[in-house]
């Protein structure tokens, strides 16, 4: 079975400080992992994602996100962030050898960067 | 390119009552699902179309139901409604199938169940 979790249902940074979201999986082979941003009154924004190769991918908006396999983890990054940031973000997961495009969702985690 | 379009964004229907969902994806795009988006239950796959076929589907009574057309447009339908039906909406869509391409979506259809 596939499953995300995100550990952390709020995260609170100052604007202009690095943010961390955490995200860890499992799945049944090797995954692909993506980040999703959830503006208010507003579907998802793709972020990044991770298929293959260099473990720290970086993607729209100044964010990245690390890939660790030992540890299943994927946490999305920014090292200095923006009131704008703060957002409801998703981690998704689908298996290796999937060919269906189903995405496995987190169930969020809400940002807020305080000025 | 213009976005997944979904209409109407917003929608009031009464229990008992059927309703209809549309998405149009971005063009060239062939494969749409639906989510079904609740404070508590978090983001909850419904199905998933490629070609007018559905390929996958969530754990969702048989009053959930969907479609493709020929031109990849997208419609799912929900008989006898229920307040728990009560969500936002999302379609997505992505270029093909297959587990590397991200999904693209809408901004979500609101339905209030009253």
């Known amino acids: 079975a596939q499953s995300v979790a995100q550990p952390e249902d709020q995260v609170n940074v100052a604007e202009g400080n690095p943010l961390t979201v955490k995200c860890t999986y499992s799945?049944?082979?090797?995954?692909?992992l993506f980040w999703y941003v959830q503006y208010p009154n507003r579907g998802l924004q793709f972020l990044l994602k991770?298929?293959?190769?260099?473990?720290l991918v970086k993607g729209s908006y100044g964010f990245e996100a690390e890939f660790n396999k030992s540890q299943t983890s994927f946490h999305l990054k920014k090292p200095s962030a923006l009131v704008s940031d703060s957002a409801l973000y998703f981690c998704a997961v689908r298996d290796r050898g999937s060919t269906l495009g189903r995405l496995y969702f987190g169930r969020g985690t809400q940002l807020t960067v305080w000025p | 390119k213009a976005g997944v379009t979904q209409t109407p964004r917003y929608l009031i229907k009464t229990r008992g009552q059927q309703v209809t969902l549309s998405c149009s994806p971005i063009s060239g795009h062939r494969s749409v699902s639906w989510y079904q988006q609740t404070p508590g239950q978090g983001l909850q796959f419904l199905f998933e179309y490629f070609s007018e076929t559905q390929r996958n589907k969530g754990n969702f009574p048989g009053r959930f139901s969907g479609r493709q057309f020929s031109n990849s447009r997208s419609e799912m339908n929900v008989s006898t409604l229920e307040l728990g039906d009560s969500a936002l909406y999302l379609c997505?869509?992505?270029?093909?199938?297959?587990?590397?391409?991200?999904?693209?979506f809408g901004p979500g259809t609101r339905l209030t169940v009253t």
């Open positions: 799945v049944s082979g090797n995954p692909y």
């Open positions: 991770y298929i293959t190769g260099d473990n």
């Open positions: 997505a869509s992505s270029p093909d199938r297959g587990a590397t391409y991200e999904q693209y």
